[in-house]
């Protein structure tokens, strides 16, 4: 009797645990910046490794910051509305390309286009890691202070945009 009872009490207490699960939004994942300045980082840029991007190159300016890679799916879903996004609001976005292959990386925007600003190269994925990222892509909007205002994983699209990022953009704008 009793190999059936410790199997029978796990299910009772695994059964509320997922119900809670299905039930979270995970979009909504926390970022320990939101509202503080964003993480230290000095990078190669992608195209030229004898140039750098790093934090300063996020202050002055209300910009953003897209984590993004080759081998990430969404990262293809969003790119086409990320050059749209580039030529039409004027705000800078700036990447980050994360856990790639230098090659793979440069081919993908020589094919796609290449809506940053600049791309920093972090092959191992360090900077990702000091940016809280848990997977690509990620887009954080950056004030003009260099704070972190709101993070977004997932693929950017109009509706995301629409709904989370014009409306905070517009009050940082006042």
């Known amino acids: ?8 009490v796990a299910v009772v207490i695994l059964i509320p645990i997922l119900i809670l699960g299905l039930g979270s939004d995970p979009s909504q994942l926390p970022s320990q910046y939101i509202g503080k300045p964003a993480p230290e980082f000095d ?3 992608l195209k030229d490794p004898e140039k750098r991007i790093s934090t300063a ?5 209300i910009s953003l910051v ?8 969404g990262c293809r879903a969003e790119h086409s509305f990320l050059i749209k996004l580039s030529e039409e609001t004027g705000i800078p976005i700036y990447a980050i390309n994360w ?5 793979d990386a440069l081919k993908w925007l020589a094919q796609l286009g290449d809506p940053y600003v600049a791309s920093g190269y ?5 900077v990702g890691i000091d940016w809280g990222v848990y997977g690509a892509p990620e887009t954080f909007l950056v004030n003009a ?3 972190v205002v709101f993070r977004y994983p997932g693929p950017m699209n109009p509706s995301v945009w629409e709904r989370e990022f014009a409306p905070r953009i517009a009050e940082l704008n006042k």
């Open 145 to 147: 202070n260099g704070h």
């Open 122 to 126: 972090d092959e191992d994925g360090r």
């Open 99 to 103: 856990r790639d292959n230098r090659p």
């Open 43 to 45: 990078l190669p840029t």
């Open 1 to 8: 009797m009793n190999k059936y009872l410790l199997p029978l």
């Open 57 to 61: 190159n996020l202050s002055g300016e």
């Open 66 to 73: 897209n984590i993004w890679a080759t081998w990430c799916a």
